[in-house]
């Protein structure tokens, strides 16, 4: 069964910290994505990767990274967070004429 | 400005009632329209997609009509179920590797 995994699921972090936000994929897809979720915003993608070692800007990317090392593993990096990226991060995989698949989510607080 | 736009925001029925979900939007480019579902600590999961080459997509109890010309679709849930209480996402792409444009959602609540 197609698997998108999230970790941690939750996280705590000081303003002006680094977060690293991690997602493997057993889908074998050659599609990832970062989208975080907020309440009257939806969902909003961020950061997206066609495979390993591409990563290509979203809709919202400023104060985000990403790195896609490898076919399964995308992570999300925010070098300084702050309190306005206090969100829920989904990660997902998709390929041609597949449907995309979410991870439960990354709940991350910036104090 | 939304792309993608849904009403109404909530939507209660009673069980066995059909729920109407709307969804409108404004890129002609949008080619492919996925509805998603998503339970509270969940992540959305796909319920049932249309390309724009069709009028009409039903899979069980789902159905999505689409208008081209009027850049608009709707999700009817037919004979709805206590269980199919969640949040409805309508979303669009142009380009599928490029990601989804989602819309706000529409909480569904089903009463018994």
């Known amino acids: 069964e197609a698997a998108v995994t999230q970790s941690p699921r939750n996280k705590v972090a000081v303003t002006g910290g680094k977060v690293t936000l991690s997602c493997n994929q057993t889908?074998?897809?050659?599609?990832m994505y970062w989208y975080r979720q907020d309440t009257g915003h939806g969902l909003r993608l961020i950061h997206y990767s066609y495979g390993a070692g591409s990563t290509e800007k979203g809709d919202i990317p400023d104060g985000y990274k990403a790195s896609r090392p490898s076919q399964e593993n995308f992570s999300l990096i925010l070098e300084l967070a702050t309190p306005s990226q206090t969100s829920v991060y989904f990660c997902?995989?998709?390929?041609?004429?597949?449907?995309?698949?979410f991870g439960k989510g990354t709940r991350l607080t910036v104090v | 400005q939304q792309q993608v736009r849904q009403s109404p925001q909530s939507l209660t029925v009673w069980e066995g009632e059909t729920a109407i979900l709307n969804c409108s939007y404004e890129n002609s480019a949008f080619d492919y329209f996925p509805w998603y579902q998503q339970f509270p600590g969940e992540g959305p999961a796909l319920l049932i997609a249309i390309r724009s080459v069709s009028d009409k997509k039903e899979d069980g109890g789902f159905t999505i009509f689409f208008n081209k010309r009027e850049k608009n679709l709707s999700l009817h849930i037919k004979d709805s179920q206590p269980g199919d209480s969640a949040t409805y996402f309508c979303?669009?792409?142009?380009?599928?590797?490029?990601?989804?444009?989602f819309g706000l959602g529409t909480r569904v609540s089903v009463f018994p």
């Open positions: 889908n074998n897809h050659n599609n």
């Open positions: 997902a995989s998709g390929d041609f004429n597949t449907e995309v698949f």
């Open positions: 979303a669009a792409s142009v380009n599928y590797a490029q990601g989804l444009t």
